[in-house]
């Protein structure tokens, strides 16, 4: 079949799908899901057997270790996978949520009332387990979803996608609620990014070219979920044993993720107490360090001299930029210079550099004494999410079940006319 012609096909399926939805329940929703969750655990040696495949061809590829973990599926991620749409279940149903109601004076009752976007398409790379977190966010989110995620992926995401869809067909549900575009064509995303008439909203996911490929190529509104250059930024009266603790954490437990530190800002006050024991558990774990003209003064042996472009990377990998600073100032507009407005951290004792920092810098989590490990959907409690957006229209951070909707007006009146 033409390519432009089976995408276009989905899309009008997946917007009459859409529409349906507005007849099916909360708790038909809630039965679905769970059943969406046990149906992962069952398929799981079939899922597991395909992801073998795909990371197979990756290894042939030679294709990076943050590349290959982030690709990877074990027995606790298809668990985790399972356990968010049990957790996406139990959440509240946003449809039909009355955000806000007043009357006027004519007598005109008006509420502001949450509706699902509509259709949505999400295109991601490498990560299979965002095939399971969008198809129950949507589908609760009372939107139709059309998956294209990459190539290295194919085999992983079609094997959770058909155990997901055989639940749908199950509760005799439309088809076209879950579509998946089974393709490693490049043409598809282009083609998808114009069908306007048919998808409301596209959703990219995974690195800086594709996402900007995707703002470019567009028709449709799109809400970037950009590259994750997050700061921990160790202040002079930071808690040094606590600062080490994040640090390590936000670098080393899974560095191959968007929300793992990429760059630690430290105050010039405490650099020689905290950077030698930090640089050495970090060299213990691997972990290359990059550091500026102060860090290579201190750390006499194994510290590559950071450039320019070191501050503005997103190493996905175990390397690490060290930046000495002066004050909370500097590092603040390090932060809001270098970073993509993602997550950064403060470890501090002081409440007034605290409020300082959450107010000046510019991104979508800003932490106090914690890790920037936990922006992510399910760690906020909010079920799963489809990604991180660091745009500030519409969504921003981890976007969720309310992010995945938007609103509309509902009037009620008894005869009124205008004149």
Known sequence: MNLKKELTNIAKNALEASRAMSAVSSAKKNEVLKDMALALIAKKEHILKANKKDIAQAVTSRLSRAFIDRLTLDDKRIKEMSDSLVQISELSDPIGEIIKSWDRPNGLKIEKVRVPIGVIAIIYESRPNVTSDCIGLCFKSGNSVILRGGSEALNSNLAIYQALIDVIKKHALPQGLVSMVATGDRRAV?????????????????????????????????????????????????????????????????????????????????VVRFLPGMIKKFKEAGVEIRGCSMTQRIIKKGIKRATEKDYFTEYLDLILSVKVVGDLN??????????????????????????????????????????????????????????ISTDKLHARGPMALEELTTYKYMVFGNGQVRT
Request: glycine residues 6%; proline residues 2%.
């Open 330 to 387: 500097e590092a603040i507009r390090h932060i809001n210079h270098y970073g993509t407005h993602h997550s950064d951290s403060i470890v501090t004792d002081n409440r007034e550099n605290a409020t300082e920092f959450l107010r000046k810098v510019d991104s979508a989590c800003v932490y106090v004494n914690a890790s920037t490990r936990f922006t992510d959907g399910y760690q906020f409690g909010l079920g799963a999410e489809i990604g």
């Open 190 to 270: 282009d083609t998808l990014l114009k069908l306007n008439d048919y998808i409301d909203l596209v959703i990219p996911r995974g690195g800086e070219s594709l996402i900007k490929h995707v703002t470019k190529s567009s028709r449709i509104p799109v809400i970037k979920h950009y590259k994750g250059i997050c700061h921990v930024y160790v202040d002079e009266w930071a808690d040094l044993n606590m600062a080490e603790n994040i640090c390590y954490n936000a670098k080393v437990q899974r560095p191959g993720v968007c929300n793992a530190m990429e760059s630690m800002l430290v105050h010039k006050d405490v």
